[in-house]
Each structure stands twice: as C-alpha cells, then as structure tokens.
C-alpha cells in the first residue's frame, strides 16, 4: 500500500487536543442561534478568513472568543460528541483532550456544565464509535497561580475521571515556574502532569516543566531541539513529545513544513507523536497532520509506524485497551 493509504488506515491516538479549538465554524453559528449570543461574523466564509494568524496569542484572542457561544451542559455535550465522529472518520481510536475550564468559568458558566457535557460527550462517542479517553484539565497560564487553585479546587468531585493537569495559553511570559505549587497539589491529588513547554517558549521552559512541574509528557517541545543537553535528558527519560504539526505552521512556529523538527526529533530518538492540537483554526484533522507532515519531509514507512506507535505508548491506556489496540 502507498503511505497516504497506510496513514488513513492505521489505528491511531491524539495526546494533544484542545476540545474547544474542536468548534467549526458551522456548529460555532449554529450554537450562537441556539444560545442567541451575537458573533463577530457574518458567514461561516467570514470565519475562515480571520483564521490567519502571525503567532500563538492572535490565535489565542479568536479562539477565546469562538468558545463564547458554549454555554450549556449540552453544547459541550455537541461539541466533544462531533469531534469525535470527526476522528473515528480517520481510524482515531483513543483520545487524550484538553479542556480549558477558565475559558468557560470566567463567562459564568459553571464548571459542572462544562465538565459534565465533555463527560457524557466521550462517553456516546465510547458507545457509538468505540473510541477510550482520558480528559485534561488545564490551567491557563496568563492568569494567576490563585486562580488555578481555585480551578482545581473545582475539579474535586470529578478528580477520579481526570488523567492530568495541563498548562496552555500564552507562553512567552508565564514560565512554568509560575505553577509549581498548584503542580504538587494536583500531583497529590493523583493527576498526571502535562505541560504545553517550547512551542514559543525557551528551552528553559522545558528544563523548569521537568524540574518544578515534574511533567509525564511534553507538549510540543519544539525549541528543546535549541539545546542538546536537554534533547538527550528527554530521551533518557523517555519523555513523549506530543507534536502539532499544522497547528505550528499556522502560528508560525515553523515557516514551512518542509523545515518542520519532526523527523529530527525522531532522528535524535526523541519520542515525537503526531496530534491536531485545534483542528478547526489550523486547517486539519489527524490524519491531515499526517499526510501534510509525511508529504513534507518524506517521512517512511517506518517513520509512521514508529509515530503512530509512539501515540499509543505515550499514552495512558489501561492493559486491556493496550492489549486491544496493539
Ligand atoms: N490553547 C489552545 N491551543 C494552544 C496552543 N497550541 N498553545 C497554547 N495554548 C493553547
Ligand atoms: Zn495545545
């Protein structure tokens, strides 16, 4: 079989998904009219065109905004339930995805709503398309260390059904440093942690993830290639790597696919996965991120087996699922 046909046929995970970056712009209107919340926008064409971003905080200011129409139990409900159906399309058979409590709870939405809608959203999609998951919260890291007290504080009721903690939002400015005590309570609490570290940020960002955030798992990473001596403590470790590919070419991370580190980091024997990150503002889905990275840089055979591998053994499967995926 050709590649394009290997990648779409292929069992595969997502470890980096931000559930609101989820929102079409078609659902985005259509839970606008729902919830008569008034849009910037005049067509779902009008969206599109204002996706075009010079980095990550113009990214950030829209995405914010597109998450306003979310207000009710149901519409997270909608929204976790149709990306799912989106990614069972190209053979996705087990998620781990962010969701940013602080986007919704600064609106006055009550945590539970959000919480609650994204649980019974992965739990039809369980049902209807056989898809496991684990769900992440995540702090973001432009407000205070106090407020993601209080969020986690929130999370108490749900802390059995969380995996992790993450950390997203504006990087440059807001080092990991900033929540190291929030980290150990929620390590306490028995969460995972998770870290987004060196998309935008220094290497230092990542050096301070593991050291003060104790992360299981770097999201993107990046900029860890700036500085070797990180590059093989990461892989003495055997921490994953939870790669973006298209979300770093719409944020300029990268200013070509072509100059994309993925295969480096393979190369460097780095444990990269490949994930979508916000599949509606960067243009692609899963498998998308695949096929534009493989076309890219040429990558093997064996380089999407070893990728697709990597996404199932950086992720938190139970040993039956395991046994039942690999
Ligand atoms: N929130 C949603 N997507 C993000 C990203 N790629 N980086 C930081 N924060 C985010
Ligand atoms: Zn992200």
């Avoid at 209080?150 to 440059?172: M, N």
């Amino acid at each position: 079989t050709d590649l394009p046909s290997l990648i779409r046929a292929l069992p595969k995970a997502e470890l980096h998904l931000h559930i609101e970056g989820s929102l079409e712009p078609e659902q985005m209107f259509e839970l606008a009219a729902r919830n008569n919340v008034a849009l910037p926008y005049d067509s779902v064409e009008d969206i599109r065109a204002a996706y075009r971003f010079n980095n990550l905080q113009e990214f950030l200011d829209i995405y914010y905004q597109g998450m306003s129409v979310l207000l009710t139990k149901q519409d997270f409900h909608d929204l976790t339930y149709a990306y799912l159906k989106r990614v069972h399309a190209d053979n996705c058979r087990h998620v781990e995805i962010f969701f940013d409590p602080q986007g919704h709870t600064e609106r006055g939405v009550a945590f539970s709503d959000a919480i609650e809608g994204i649980f019974d959203g992965l739990e039809q999609g369980k049902k209807d398309f056989g898809i496991s998951s684990h769900l992440i919260l995540s702090f973001l890291r432009h407000l205070s260390e106090e407020e993601a007290f209080e969020t986690l504080e929130q999370a108490e009721p749900y802390i059995d059904r969380i995996l992790a903690v993450g950390l997203d939002s504006s990087e440059l400015g807001h080092p990991p440093s900033k929540f190291e005590r929030v980290y150990a309570k929620a390590r306490e609490k028995g969460l995972k942690s998770f870290a987004h570290a060196g998309e935008e940020g220094p290497p230092e960002y990542v050096y301070e993830a593991l050291d003060l955030l104790k992360v299981d798992r770097i999201d993107h990473g990046n900029r860890a290639l700036e500085d070797d001596a990180l590059v093989e403590r990461l892989v003495a470790e055997n921490k994953y790597l939870t790669v973006c590919p298209l979300s770093n070419l719409k944020l300029c991370v990268v200013d070509d696919l072509k100059n994309h580190p993925l295969k480096t980091m393979l190369n460097k024997g780095l444990k990269a996965t490949v994930n979508s990150d916000d599949p509606s503002y960067f243009g692609g889905y899963l498998n998308d991120n695949y096929l534009r990275t493989a076309e890219a840089l040429h990558l093997t055979k064996d380089d999407i087996v070893t990728l697709v591998k990597n996404g199932f053994d950086g992720a938190y499967l139970t040993a039956e699922r395991k046994a039942e995926l690999m």
